[in-house]
């Protein structure tokens, strides 16, 4: 019933950005929650950054200062700006929602979106 689309994902070389959003749709009652998570190969899931409605975020220490997390609640969206990429960074990006649906609050994903940081 609910869906996230990811989009944004591509190459880039060492030091370029990118710019990913993630958008819900659905029969949704509101959307809490969301964050990024990326999957490098042979590696476990992380969570790289959540937003609340409110505005408050977290970052995990890879990519303070680089990364930023923003939300349009009127557009049920979350962004993910990456600034100064490096190789590391490249993994597959998936976004994460906490929606309330009629049933009530369940967690969805995206179906990914490949980052990958040449040089």
């Known amino acids: 019933q609910v869906q996230l689309v990811e989009s944004g994902g591509g190459l880039v070389q060492a030091g370029g950005s990118l710019r990913l959003s993630c958008a819900a749709s659905?029969?949704?009652?509101?959307?809490?929650?969301m964050g990024w998570y990326r999957q490098a190969p042979g590696k476990q899931r992380e969570l790289v950054a959540v937003?609340?409605?409110?505005?408050?975020?977290n970052y995990r220490d890879a990519v303070k200062g680089r990364f930023s997390i923003s939300r349009d609640n009127a557009k049920n969206t979350v962004y993910l700006q990456m600034n100064n990429l490096k190789r590391e960074d490249t993994a597959v990006y998936y976004c994460?929602?906490?929606?309330?649906?009629?049933?009530?609050?369940?967690?969805?994903w995206g179906q990914g979106t490949q980052v990958t940081v040449s040089s």
């Open positions: 994460y929602a906490d929606v309330t649906v009629v049933g009530g609050t369940l967690g969805y």
């Open positions: 937003i609340v409605r409110s505005g408050s975020t």
């Open positions: 659905g029969s949704i009652f509101s959307v809490n929650t």
